[in-house]
């Protein structure tokens, strides 16, 4: 066992709630069993709105609280979390240290920041044993995510080539394109109203037609259900409807 010492945030709160995750577990369960996409698609979706029990120690003189590490054969240090408190039991410390809670976001978040002698994520170490290596952390965390530190008008040519490829697509109901600029690397960011049940086969091919016929551009594409696109569309027209 190690630890890893954090500032203390109201986002990082010890409770008295119950936290269960029922369905978390299953897919869990069914992801070990099946090891297959679908379960590996329904784990992750269930995950990023989960709520966790992580292990830390807090000490309110020095306003600050330590995680909890659990340490492999290899030496290898991981963040430990539990989908509820049967399973943070079966911990042999449990009874030495405190029960808080985290979105997994916050946890994420705190995964891919830390040192790099933390490789990850362990949830329910003691029975399902889902391992999660920094960067399958850092890639669910940031689906479905775009930072933006800029963003204007896309130019006209671009947008003139990129309405051809929209227009053989007949799941694309819409789109808008912004030009944006993040982690200092300026691209693209293309916003499709989309009906398509495969969204990642849609956007795979849109890419491939744009590095075909444009040009090797930094793309990303996200549909318009995210609060991110919303956002960024409130006040724009689309470039391409149906």
Known sequence: MSNICYNESGDFMETNKEVRNDELKVAMI???????????DEFIKLLKSSILIIPAVNDDKKDEFTFMLLVNQNQ??????YTDKDEYNKWSDAKESKEFFLSFDELANIVVS????????????????????????????SNDKV????????????????KRILEKKEA??????????????????????TKAKNKEKLFNEIREEINN??????????????????????????????
Do not use: W
Not at 76 to 81: A, E, I, P, S, W
Not at 221 to 228: L, N, Q, V
């Open 76 to 81: 290898d240090h991981y963040f430990q979390c």
């Open 114 to 141: 830390s040192d790099s002698e933390v490789k990850g994520l362990v949830i329910n170490p003691f029975s399902e044993n889902i391992v999660l290596n920094r960067e399958a952390v850092k890639n669910i965390f």
């Open 30 to 40: 069914t992801l070990n069993l099946q090891n297959d996409k679908e379960s590996e």
């Open 172 to 193: 694309v109901n819409c789109a808008y394109i912004l030009s944006i600029v993040k982690n200092n690397i300026s691209g693209y960011l293309l916003i499709i109203d």
């Open 213 to 242: 016929n444009i040009e090797k551009i930094n793309l990303d594409i996200i549909t318009t259900k995210y609060d991110i696109a919303k956002e960024l569309i409130k006040d724009m027209k689309p470039f391409y409807e149906k």
């Open 147 to 162: 930072f933006i530190e800029e963003k204007k008008e896309c130019p006209k040519e671009i947008k003139r080539k990129m």
